[in-house]
């Protein structure tokens, strides 16, 4: 019997023609992928500069391949971006501290005619076998979501101003109605020396404080009129209300004075102001409540902070759509929104948006 082995079973060892077959296969697979994928993706160098680009980002972006393969990534980015996007870069590759690599955010982009719009931005990055380091972007254009978006607050605060506008209309009328009708039976009871004269007292007191309430929160949910005046007289008059409607201590603080001109961002941060002061009174039975408005390394920072039972481990159903809806006003202006429990307990929200280098 022979022991010699058979030739058909004995591994084959592809050729070199063979291996380069198989990577010029791998190479236009992967190739395919990127120029046929929906998002656009960008690679660029260490120095900012495009190295490739697929279709979708001459769709995306208005510009042909060859305009800016070899030009820096920041010609895709507005103002102020721009200006300072190559300084992130040279501060990840000196520190190695990533801020957007390996996670997605939302930015904004610039197409080629200088129109602005929102994208959805995730990094990542890859070092050559030759050492060489490359970071790929993947963008997706939120053009449409953020208009959907934009449209179910703006239903949402066109609602919140009908329910307001009834209230105002007729549960506070008919309060005063009886509070009228209650104080004129009880000066009646007194005169006929009635002893139940003085329970009526009571009565009149809670309806009086009733209609207060009823009147304040027909207010929080009436239209936002700001360009009067301003962001910070609105707030302050936010506090006041919150304090003479809800009897606690709500004060409103600035360090020294901010001037938001853009009526669209003063509505937002006080929305957002107002609904962190709602969940402070209503959700963490707060009998304190602090709003600080700031100017802080350009961006401007409101602060609202309370002494209530804090963040529950599980919130109560339905408490979480304020939470959303204020990222989401957050995330419109391009700012941020970060919820804590405090040292010495309660509740901390702040929220940070861009603001200009200067305030006219």
Do not use: W
């Not at 020294?256 to 959700?283: C, G, M, W, Y």
């Amino acid at each position: 019997m022979s022991n010699k082995p058979n030739p058909a079973s004995a591994p084959h060892t592809p050729s070199i023609a063979e291996l380069q077959d198989a990577l010029e296969v791998s190479e236009q697979r992967a190739a395919a992928v990127v120029e046929t994928a929906v998002n656009a993706i960008i690679t660029i160098d260490e120095n900012c500069l495009i190295e490739t680009a697929n279709s979708a980002t001459e769709r995306l972006f208005g510009y042909k391949r060859e305009e800016i393969i070899g030009k820096n990534i920041s010609m895709l980015m507005p103002e102020p971006y721009r200006a300072r996007h190559d300084s992130y870069v040279g501060n990840y590759l000196r520190s190695g501290v990533k801020r957007i690599i390996g996670i997605g955010r939302e930015a904004v982009a610039q197409r080629k005619d200088g129109s602005v719009f929102p994208i959805d931005l995730s990094v990542g990055e890859a070092l050559l076998p030759s050492g060489r380091r490359i970071f790929t972007g993947i963008i997706r254009d939120l053009t449409e979501r953020k208009a959907l978006e934009d449209k179910i607050l703006h239903i949402s605060e066109e609602e919140q101003a009908r329910i307001g506008q009834d209230i105002h209309d007729d549960l506070c009328q008919q309060l005063a109605a009886i509070g009228c009708l209650v104080k004129v039976a009880q000066k009646n009871l007194i005169k006929s020396g009635c002893p139940e004269a003085a329970g009526l007292e009571e009565i009149v007191k809670l309806v009086s404080r009733a209609n207060t309430r009823a009147r304040e929160t027909a207010r929080g949910l009436m239209p936002v009129v700001i360009d009067s005046g301003g962001l910070m007289a609105a707030l302050k008059e936010l506090a006041d209300n919150t304090a003479r409607a809800f009897e606690i201590k709500c004060d409103f603080r600035y360090d020294n004075p901010v001037q938001v001109n853009d009526n669209k961002t003063s509505v937002q941060l006080f929305r957002i102001a107002q609904e962190a002061v709602s969940n402070a009174v209503k959700h963490s039975q707060a009998r304190r409540v602090d709003v600080h408005l700031a100017r802080q390394s350009g961006n401007i920072v409101l602060i609202v902070r309370d002494d209530g039972v804090g963040i529950p481990d599980k919130p109560a159903k339905g408490t979480g759509m304020g939470l959303l809806t204020m990222n989401h006003r957050a995330q419109m202006m391009g700012g941020t929104i970060h919820v804590s429990p405090r040292p010495m307990g309660g509740t901390q929200v702040t929220c940070s948006v861009p603001a200009p280098a200067k305030n006219p």
